[in-house]
């Protein structure tokens, strides 16, 4: 399996971007799909979340409401939409898989993650 986020870059606060997770090689074994997140200077953190089977998704208190996960299942791919960024979201955003929707919501519970994109959000 393979993973490649895209689609970072610099907005000002309360701008939108769109990230995307392309991904190749897929099994039955990898159910969801994740959005996490390592701040500057801080720990990775969970950020969305998205069963690759039901379309159930499951967000972090701090982007529910901002941000909306999704899916092409056509197109082996995820998206982060991200609306009305703060610089606190300021980070380099990892996707990654895990066997199922509760596991995605943990780093530990991840199975794969791909390279990061950065995403810089100026005051």
């Known amino acids: 399996v393979q993973l490649q986020a895209s689609g970072g870059g610099l907005v000002q606060a309360g701008g939108s971007l769109k990230l995307t997770c392309a991904a190749s090689?897929?099994?039955?074994?990898?159910?969801?799909l994740a959005w996490f997140r390592r701040p500057p200077k801080k720990a990775r953190e969970f950020v969305a979340a998205?069963?690759?089977?039901?379309?159930?998704?499951y967000y972090a208190d701090s982007v529910q409401g901002r941000f909306t996960i999704s899916k092409d299942n056509s197109k082996n791919t995820m998206y982060l939409q991200m609306e009305s960024l703060k610089p606190e979201d300021t980070a380099d955003y990892y996707c990654?898989?895990?066997?199922?929707?509760?596991?995605?919501?943990?780093?530990?519970?991840?199975?794969?993650w791909g390279p990061g994109t950065q995403v810089t959000v100026s005051s």
């Open positions: 090689g897929l099994t039955t074994k990898s159910d969801a």
């Open positions: 990654g898989t895990a066997q199922s929707l509760g596991a995605a919501t943990h780093a530990y519970g991840m199975d794969l």
């Open positions: 998205i069963s690759w089977t039901s379309g159930n998704t």
